[in-house]
């Protein structure tokens, strides 16, 4: 899969702006704060239903306006297309798809699948759990239709047990939302440990690709409690209830699900520099690019931001070339284009971001960046 055309309105800084994209290599380069970063964050929101930047999503919101859209036309591997769009007004959001509206936001994720490293990506290693969790779910909601139900009703068991830990039921009250619980949170942990066993050779062979000095990498996975036996999750929630009921919070489950990426020279996160925690984080995202396009055949958008300032230039061209090799529609964004990125992105698909939009002008650097 790849995009064709972006158009945004009222997103960030820009009033509006269209920009159509080629397959392959893709550098979008310009000035910082001219909205480089902006468009991938419309790719994101396609995907995923926020940004990867911190902050609330009010902040997406050009200054004095009621509403942003998204709106993009993608290329599908089998030669169809797909429009999708998205729009944000207040707390109302409306997804459709080829002039159709999505009953769910997820309809429309599901139809624009975007795997992204950003400068905040080194989190991904270095950072709590949830964040892994939700890079876990996202692969896993692409590659298993059934995944997302089970998720839904493990959330809604999280939420009765969260409300019933701040009363004085009983713990015949509980027994119900236990066995909800159980069943769907095992459900969910089983679809999670099929896609982790899937996704473990691809990470371990992509970060001995990018840190080979480290040694051999190992992904390790974590249910979220300890006994792995059918029925154990249930009978963890009886036993934990008295010390949640204290604590005020579900302590076992798979909402405290991780997993972890050790070395053989660095087996813990905290022995990994900045630096060797973006190239592993990296690692962990080009190989889930290359399970989804190994289960459903076709490749979701990699996006890469600000990548002349995340990595020197010889990971960049290792990288480059190894996507480039891969047939993977990406998108890249730098202030400058760097030497890695003139040498292998052909002049043909440069964009600039300037005050008045995104200009198409093939090759040529943008004022002041070399």
């Known amino acids: 899969m790849w995009v064709h055309t972006l158009r945004v309105t009222d997103l960030r800084r820009f009033d509006s702006a269209e920009v159509v994209f080629g397959p392959g290599l893709n550098l979008v380069v310009g000035p910082n704060g001219a909205g480089k970063t902006t468009l991938l964050e419309a790719l994101f929101l396609l995907s995923y ?12 919101l050009r200054m004095g ?8 036309r993608l290329q599908r591997a089998d030669g169809s297309s797909t429009r999708v769009g998205l729009e944000r007004h207040g707390n109302r959001w409306t997804a459709r798809a080829d002039e159709q509206d999505l009953a ?9 699948a ?3 490293f950003e400068p905040g990506s080194h989190e991904l290693i270095g950072g709590g759990g949830e964040g892994r969790r939700a890079f876990l779910d996202w692969g896993v909601f692409h590659v298993e239709p059934g995944f997302l139900p089970l998720w839904r009703r493990c959330q809604r068991a999280l939420e009765q047990r969260g409300a019933l830990l701040r009363t004085a039921a009983s713990p015949a009250e509980f027994a119900p939302w236990h066995e909800e619980l159980g069943r769907s949170g095992e459900a969910v942990d089983s679809l999670r440990r099929h896609y982790v066993a899937l996704l473990r050779p691809r990470i371990e062979a992509a970060a001995a690709f990018l840190l080979p000095e ?7 996975y974590q249910a979220g409690w300890d006994d792995p036996t059918p029925g154990a999750l249930a009978a ?4 934990e209830l008295e010390r949640d009921r ?3 919070l579900t302590s076992r489950g798979p909402h405290r699900a991780d997993w972890q990426l050790g070395f053989e020279r660095a087996p813990r996160r905290e022995h990994l520099s900045r630096g060797q925690e973006k190239l592993a984080a990296l690692a962990c995202v080009l190989a889930q690019a290359e399970l989804h396009q190994d289960t459903l055949g076709e490749w979701p958008i990699v996006a890469l931001d600000d990548l002349p300032s995340e990595l020197d230039h010889a990971h960049q061209a290792r990288v480059l070339d190894r996507l480039a090799r891969s047939g993977a529609q990406v998108l890249i964004t730098g202030t400058e284009a760097s030497p890695p990125l003139r040498d292998r992105i052909p002049a043909a698909a440069w964009f600039h971001v300037e005050p008045d939009g995104v200009r198409h002008r093939p090759g040529e650097s943008p004022a002041g960046t070399g």
């Open 214 to 220: 480290l040694g051999p990498a190992t992904l390790a």
């Open 246 to 248: 204290r604590r005020g």
């Open 104 to 112: 769910r936001l997820s309809d429309l994720y599901a139809r624009c």
């Open 236 to 239: 963890t929630l009886d036993r």
């Open 114 to 116: 975007v795997c992204c």
């Open 49 to 60: 239903g926020r940004s990867f930047r911190r902050g609330s999503r009010d902040s997406l």
């Open 65 to 72: 306006a009621e509403r942003y859209t998204v709106h993009a």
